[in-house]
């Protein structure tokens, strides 16, 4: 497995932007699929964006389609989320997960081995 760690939460007011960060140790992480999830409060986690490993192919919600992007930096230690025009619906514990299986990028959780803690993004009006 991929030990993973997001970082880069915060409190912002609606229309800022924040960018995360998800680092791993391990030398399988520059051949992850690496996504991001949150969780609302009471709500389900749910699917935000993916970036496969191989060919760097992006996935979005469409809540976030057009607003956030993720990449990852060229050594591929580190997957970044930025995140713009943040909304009060965006505060969310967000989470970064990886799959170091050679396929797409999953929108699905199972599709995920490796978790990381989350860190909390809260967007006031």
């Known amino acids: 497995q991929v030990q993973v760690e997001e970082s880069g939460g915060g409190l912002v007011q609606v229309g800022d932007s924040l960018r995360l960060s998800c680092e791993a140790s391990?030398?399988?992480?520059?051949?992850?699929?690496v996504a991001w999830f949150r969780q609302g409060p009471g709500k389900d986690r749910e699917f935000v964006a993916a970036?496969?490993?191989?060919?760097?192919?992006?996935y979005y919600s469409n809540s976030v389609k057009g607003r956030f992007t993720i990449a990852r930096d060229n050594a591929k230690t580190t997957v970044f989320l930025q995140m713009n025009s943040l909304k009060p619906e965006d505060t969310a514990l967000y989470y970064c997960?990886?799959?170091?299986?050679?396929?797409?990028?999953?929108?699905?959780?199972?599709?995920?081995?490796?978790w990381g803690q989350g860190t909390q993004v809260t967007v006031s009006s």
């Open positions: 997960a990886a799959d170091d299986h050679d396929r797409p990028a999953a929108r699905e959780e199972m599709a995920y081995a490796s």
């Open positions: 970036i496969s490993w191989s060919d760097g192919s992006q």
């Open positions: 391990g030398s399988f992480f520059s051949r992850s699929n």
